[in-house]
């Protein structure tokens, strides 16, 4: 199933897609809801799939991502934030400040919650998340080395592209993972490189604070980060999640 969030009539609603149709639902999908209307999915314009009160990031976590960074392999997951004003959807326009250097796209596998959660271990974490979407931690590689740590170089408004839906029913363990600029891959992995994976990650964040229904987790980036410039589209495309599309300005 996936859970899509539209603007449509006027008004922003969440709905559930197929290939071809959006069902209209009468609620958030973190609540009791009914099925009502019908969009064509083509006319609906799709917003980020949800609003979260944190994007909580999980750094240098694929193997070859580490060595291509030159950092060892962490014995816990390394965590930063972004704001939530940092979420875009598929479609919307990536803006890159004037004078910002060395912006870069990370292709990430974001998982996202779909009930209060809080000290759960990595066998309970499934039945905490909604489901997982396509995300790009767009980064200021330059503000990243001057500051020494990341919220600014990582935090910009429209520096978390996010979707283009939420898929349900995914196996998040070992997933195809690519990043396109222009059409020419940049970025080709599998989940399963990840040092930690989506459930640990879950279990280990809920460790150290609560998340809530709509908050994301990023799982980090595999190895061929690169510079993106204005005039670029960039896709992240995940297997059986979906394929996230923004252009660059």
Known sequence: MRVVRIFHDEDVRYGLADDSMVTLISDEPFAAWETEGIVPLPHAQLLAPSIPTKVVCVGINYREHAKEMG?????????????????????????????????????ELAVVLGRR??????????????????????????????????????GFD??????????????????????????????????????????????????VMALLPGDVVLTGTPSGVGPLVAGDAVEIRIEGVGSLINRVV
């Not at 479609?91 to 060395?102: F, W």
């Not at 000290?119 to 499934?126: G, H």
């Not at 990043?179 to 989506?198: C, E, H, L």
């Open 71 to 107: 950092h060892k392999i962490p014995d816990e997951p390394v965590l930063f934030l972004k704001p939530p004003t940092s979420v875009i959807g598929h479609g919307a326009e990536i803006r890159i400040p004037e004078g910002l250097e060395n912006v870069d796209y990370e292709a």
């Open 117 to 154: 959660t809080h000290n759960v271990s990595p066998e309970e974490a499934p039945a905490h998340i909604l489901g997982y979407a396509c995300a790009n931690d767009v980064t200021s590689r330059s503000l990243q080395k001057k500051d020494g740590q990341w919220t600014r170089a990582k």
């Open 158 to 207: 429209t520096f978390c592209p996010l979707g283009p839906w939420v898929e349900t029913d995914a196996d998040p363990r070992d997933l195809k993972i690519e990043s396109y600029v222009n059409g020419k891959v940049r970025q080709s992995a599998r989940t399963s490189d990840m040092i930690f994976d989506p459930f640990q990650l879950v279990s280990f964040v809920s460790g």
